[in-house]
C-alpha cells in the first residue's frame, strides 16, 4: 500500500468510490517489530482537496437538522437536541468517529481487551464558565453533586490517581513537572516569579469587567489592553519581561507544544497565558503548574474547583476522553447515525442539500436539511461548501495553522523497573525532550496487583516545523523512523530504543498520525476576519468546530457545538 504514490491511490479510489479514512498499515522496523500505522481521515482529506470526483447520490432522505462530523463539537450538538427533546436529526459519522477523542485496542489474549487513546487523554476540571461540560459530567455521573458550584464532588475513579505525574531531570526522577531537582535557586525564584504573575492576572477584570482569560474563550475580556498580546509571540513576551531561566522556558516551551503543537516562538502570547491562568481564580489550576504551589515555593493562596480533589487534578480514563464520546453517541438512535462523509454542502432557498458517500456500499445519499451544524475542521469545510468564501471565509486568507501529531501505543506485558521513591506515574516527561512523554494507560485501574498487561502512550508534536513538510515526511515514513521518534522518552526512562530492550517488554505498536491535529493559536489569532465573519453570519448553515477558538481543547469544540445546537432550537 505504501509503494503507491498518493496520487495513483486517489485515482484507484475515486474509480471504486472510496474517500475515506486509510486503512491501516503495517510497517516493520529493520529488526522486524511490526507497527500498524493508522492514519484517519488522510484519503478523504486529499480527495477532497484535489476535487476527485464524487459518486453522484442514487437516494433521498427529508431531515430537520443534519450534523456532519462526529467528533466532540458534533457530537456535542447532537446531545444538547437531544437533551432539548429535539429528534429530527441525523449526524453524519465523517471518516472517524469521535475524531481527536478517538480510542483503539489491543486484545493480547481471549480474556482482555485493554483500550487506549489515539488522541487527547485528560479534561481539567471544569471552570465556572465551562457550565455546558458541567451538564455533560452530571449527565455521566462524574459529577456526583454540586454540579454548578465552585467545588463540585467528582466520581474519585475518574480524578486522576496519584501518583499523577513526574519529570525525568539528571538522570533522577522528581515529582511534579517543572524542573526543581538540580536547578539553580535563581532559577527556582524566577519560576516563583512567573506563577506569581498568573496568580495576579487570575484576579483581575477587563473594562468590560470579564476575566481576562476563560475556558471557553467566548467569556473572555475583550478588552484591547489584554487583547494586545496577541500581536507578540509568547517568546517575545516573556524576554520582555526578563523570563530568560532555561528551566522555565523549557517548561513552558513545553507547555505550549502539550497544548497547542507549536513553541514558544509560534505562540500568541495571550495563548500562552491563557494556558495557565484560564481556569482558576485564587489559583494556579494548571495541572502543568501546580507543582511550586505544592512545594510551597509559589507563596499563593491555595484552593479547590472540586470538594474531593486538589487544584490542578484532571479528569482521564484508560482510553482518553473517548467515554464522553461513547456517552454522547449513546444518546442517538440508529436512524440519527449514518455511516458516511460529506462530500457537497449547497444553501438552496429554504433547505439545505448535503451529499454523503457511504464509502462501505460505494453509494451516495442526497440529505435534504433545513439546517446544517458543520461539525468539522474549516479547512476541510471549504471544499465541501462552495458559498463559503460569500460568507466571508477564504481558506487561503483565513486558514489557520494546523499542527501534526503523532500518538504511539505500546503494549507491554511487563512493567519496567522503577524507583522506590518515585514509581511509574500516569504522566512521565523528559526534561529536554522534543517529545512530550508517555502516560500510564492502565493508571486508573483499581487492583491489589499491577495487571499482566499494560499500554504506555506517547505523545509528540511535530512543534517548530513547517507543517506542510512535516505531513509530506509522515506519509513515507519508514517503521524506524516512526519508532524513533515513538519511542524517543521511553528509550530515555527504559532503553526501548534498543532491539533488545524494546523485545523484552513490547508486544505490539500503533501509531497514529494526525497530519492536521489541532488549529494552533499562532500570534494574530485573535483577530481572525474569516473565522468572525462565520459566527455573525445568519445562514441555514452554523458551523461549531474548535478552529472557531483556534485552540483545540474539548472545552472549545463542545461550546460551539452548544452554540450552534441553541441557534437551531431558538428558531
Same mark, same amino acid.
Given at each position: ?66 450534523? $456532519? ?14 437533551? /432539548? ?12 468517529? *469521535? ?8 486484545? &493480547? ?16 476540571? &471544569?471552570? =465556572? ?6 451538564? $455533560? $459530567? ?36 522528581? #515529582?511534579?513537572?517543572? &524542573?526543581? +531537582?538540580?536547578? &539553580?535557586?535563581?532559577?527556582?525564584? @524566577? ?25 471557553? =474563550?467566548?467569556?473572555?475580556? +475583550? ?34 507544544? /502539550? ?52 487544584? *490542578? ?14 456517552? =454522547?453517541?449513546?444518546?442517538? %438512535? ?71 501529531? +503523532? ?10 523497573? #522503577? ?21 500510564? *494507560? ?35 515514513? %519508514? ?30 505498536? @500503533? ?38 477558538? *483556534? ?21
Amino acid at each position: 500500500m505504501w509503494q503507491l504514490n498518493r496520487r495513483q491511490f486517489l485515482q484507484r479510489s475515486a474509480a471504486l468510490g472510496l474517500a475515506t479514512t486509510l486503512p491501516a498499515c503495517t510497517k516493520f522496523t529493520s529488526w522486524g517489530l511490526p507497527i500498524t500505522v493508522y492514519l484517519p481521515g488522510i484519503e478523504a482529506g486529499h480527495s477532497l482537496r484535489d476535487n476527485t470526483s464524487p459518486i453522484q447520490p442514487s437516494s433521498e432522505r427529508r431531515v430537520k437538522v443534519a450534523i $456532519l462530523g462526529s467528533g466532540a463539537a458534533g457530537l456535542f450538538a447532537a446531545w444538547r437536541l437531544v437533551q /432539548d427533546g429535539f429528534t429530527d436529526f441525523v449526524l453524519v459519522e465523517g471518516p472517524e468517529w *469521535g475524531g481527536n477523542c478517538a480510542n483503539g485496542q489491543f486484545s &493480547p489474549n481471549t480474556n482482555s481487551n485493554i483500550h487506549y487513546p489515539r488522541g487527547a487523554h485528560y479534561l481539567p476540571l &471544569p471552570s =465556572m464558565e465551562s457550565t455546558h461540560i458541567r451538564e $455533560l $459530567l452530571l449527565d455521566m455521573g462524574v459529577i456526583e453533586a454540586n454540579a454548578f458550584m465552585p467545588n463540585p464532588l467528582f466520581d474519585e475513579r475518574v480524578l486522576v490517581h496519584a501518583p499523577e505525574d513526574r519529570l525525568l531531570i539528571n538522570g533522577q526522577w522528581q #515529582e511534579g513537572l517543572i &524542573p526543581q +531537582q538540580g536547578i &539553580p535557586a535563581a532559577e527556582i525564584a @524566577e519560576q516563583k516569579r512567573f506563577f506569581q504573575y498568573i496568580e495576579q492576572i487570575k484576579q483581575q477584570k477587563g473594562s468590560d469587567g470579564k476575566r481576562p482569560f476563560c475556558v471557553p =474563550m467566548a467569556h473572555s475580556s +475583550q478588552d484591547t489592553a489584554w487583547r494586545k498580546l496577541d500581536d507578540i509571540s509568547f517568546a517575545d513576551w516573556l524576554k520582555r519581561h526578563q523570563y530568560t531561566a532555561p528551566s522555565l522556558l523549557w517548561y513552558l516551551d513545553y507547555a505550549c507544544r /502539550d497544548d497547542y503543537g507549536i513553541g514558544l516562538a509560534q505562540t500568541s502570547a495571550w495563548a500562552g497565558l491563557h494556558y495557565f491562568a484560564s481556569r482558576g481564580e485564587q489559583t494556579n489550576d494548571s495541572r502543568r503548574g501546580e507543582e511550586i504551589e505544592h512545594s510551597s515555593r509559589a507563596g499563593a493562596k491555595h484552593s479547590k474547583t472540586a470538594s474531593n480533589a486538589h487544584e *490542578g487534578a484532571v479528569l482521564t480514563w484508560p482510553d482518553g476522553l473517548n467515554p464522553l464520546i461513547r456517552h =454522547m453517541t449513546s444518546k442517538l %438512535t440508529a436512524n440519527q447515525r449514518m455511516t458516511g462523509v460529506a462530500t457537497r454542502v449547497q444553501e438552496q432557498g429554504q433547505t439545505v442539500s448535503i451529499d454523503v458517500l457511504d464509502p462501505s456500499t460505494k453509494t451516495a445519499t442526497r440529505l435534504i436539511a433545513d439546517h446544517v451544524i458543520c461539525a468539522m475542521p474549516l479547512h476541510v469545510a471549504a471544499h465541501i461548501i462552495p458559498e463559503i468564501q460569500g460568507l466571508g471565509f477564504d481558506l487561503k486568507q483565513h486558514g489557520t495553522h494546523h499542527a501534526p501529531w +503523532q500518538v504511539s501505543n505500546f503494549l507491554i506485558n511487563r512493567f519496567p523497573t #522503577e524507583p522506590e521513591h518515585h514509581p511509574l506515574a500516569w504522566d512521565n516527561v523528559v526534561y529536554g525532550s522534543r517529545s512530550l512523554g508517555f502516560v500510564n *494507560g492502565t493508571h486508573q485501574l483499581i487492583r491489589t496487583a499491577k495487571p499482566e498487561y499494560s499500554v504506555m502512550t506517547a505523545y509528540h508534536a511535530y512543534a517548530n516545523e513547517d507543517p506542510k513538510i512535516v505531513r509530506q515526511r509522515l506519509e513515507r515514513a %519508514t517503521g524506524d523512523e516512526l519508532y524513533a521518534i515513538a519511542a524517543q522518552d521511553l528509550d530515555a526512562a527504559y532503553g526501548w530504543g534498543s532491539q533488545f530492550k524494546a523485545r523484552e517488554s513490547v508486544q505490539q505498536v @500503533e501509531i497514529t498520525l494526525r497530519g492536521h491535529a489541532m488549529s494552533s493559536p499562532t500570534v494574530g489569532f485573535l483577530n481572525n476576519t474569516g473565522v468572525e465573519s462565520l459566527l455573525q453570519q445568519n445562514s441555514r448553515i452554523q458551523f461549531a468546530h474548535s478552529d472557531l477558538s *483556534g485552540i483545540s481543547i474539548f472545552e472549545e469544540a463542545a461550546w460551539w457545538g452548544d452554540v450552534a445546537a441553541k441557534k437551531i432550537l431558538a428558531r
